[in-house]
């Protein structure tokens, strides 16, 4: 789901995988097998619509795993925002743009970094559903 998804997109490496779930504390079973294969389970408060992985070292980890409820307005929004580059190849590079100025403008505060990005992704994900709309 993430910047390796799309073709042409500079991407950090490392693999962002999106698993759907009828109900997301059905998640609360996965933390233990998750565990026993090198994946950390990360509270995240500012994101209740959403139970995150993480496996590799603190700060260089190779895979975020995201449980989204299936069909729900977060699952469609990662999709749609990842959809949206794959078809627009204008779109992709000024995002490609952005993540690397952001990166050098935050280069150890992923917090900093990823709050910066949310408004090009939020413009991006209403530009989506505009078209999906016919509008």
């Known amino acids: 789901m ?5 073709k042409g997109l500079g991407a950090k490496p ?15 079973m996965f933390i233990e097998p998750l565990q026993s ?7 995240h408060k500012e994101f209740p619509d959403r ?17 989204y409820k299936y069909g729900s307005e977060q699952w469609k929004n990662q999709l749609s925002f ?6 627009h190849p204008n779109v992709r590079d000024q995002y490609q743009q952005l993540k ?16 910066a990005k949310a408004p090009f992704i939020q413009n991006v994900i209403e530009s989506a559903k505009k078209k999906v709309n016919g509008r």
């Open 51 to 67: 139970r995150f992985f993480r496996k590799g070292q603190w700060r260089a980890g190779t895979h975020h795993l995201h449980f």
């Open 82 to 87: 990842r959809d949206y580059l794959r078809t």
């Open 37 to 43: 294969i090198g994946y950390v389970f990360v509270a």
């Open 2 to 6: 993430g910047s390796t998804s799309v």
């Open 14 to 28: 490392i693999l962002d995988i999106m698993t759907g779930v009828h109900h997301l504390d059905e998640v609360d």
């Open 100 to 115: 690397l100025f952001l990166a050098q403008k935050h280069p150890a505060d992923i917090v900093g970094y990823t709050k």
